[in-house]
């Protein structure tokens, strides 16, 4: 399967900060998602939702850079939401143990 290249944009809303994710999520994604996530930490916003395009696969090294993201943002008191990942990345999350620290949702109007 070809590789999608990963995308990220920062779309702020008055109590939830959306960081859009297209594409695969791979090591190459993790500078961009890195200081995405800065710039969304220094919003003082504690809602965060992670919203994937729903075609997005999460590989290794990306579900490793997804750890290290929830982790930071629980230390910070951040609410974590994901949106838009297939089944199998869903039963990743759960595999890792994302799930107890993020909340899975089908859409933005469930937050």
């Given at each position: 399967?070809?590789?999608?290249?990963?995308?990220?944009?920062?779309?702020?809303?008055?109590?939830?900060?959306?960081?859009?994710?297209?594409?695969?999520?791979?090591?190459?994604?993790?500078?961009?998602?890195?200081?995405?996530?800065?710039?969304?930490c220094n919003l003082n916003i504690r809602?965060?939702?992670?919203?994937?395009?729903?075609?997005?696969?999460?590989?290794?090294?990306?579900?490793?850079?997804?750890?290290?993201?929830?982790?930071?943002?629980?230390?910070?008191?951040?609410?974590?939401?994901?949106?838009?990942?297939?089944?199998?990345?869903?039963?990743?999350?759960?595999?890792?143990?994302?799930?107890?620290?993020?909340?899975?949702?089908?859409?933005?109007?469930e937050i």
């Open positions: 399967m070809m590789h999608r290249e990963c995308t990220i944009k920062v779309h702020k809303g008055s109590e939830l900060v959306t960081i859009e994710i297209l594409g695969d999520l791979t090591a190459s994604a993790e500078k961009p998602l890195n200081e995405a996530y800065r710039e969304v809602d965060i939702l992670l919203k994937f395009d729903g075609r997005s696969r999460i590989n290794s090294a990306g579900t490793t850079i997804l750890v290290n993201l929830v982790s930071q943002s629980q230390e910070k008191g951040f609410r974590v939401f994901v949106t838009g990942i297939s089944k199998h990345s869903r039963k990743i999350f759960e595999l890792v143990g994302l799930t107890r620290y993020t909340t899975i949702v089908e859409s933005e109007k």
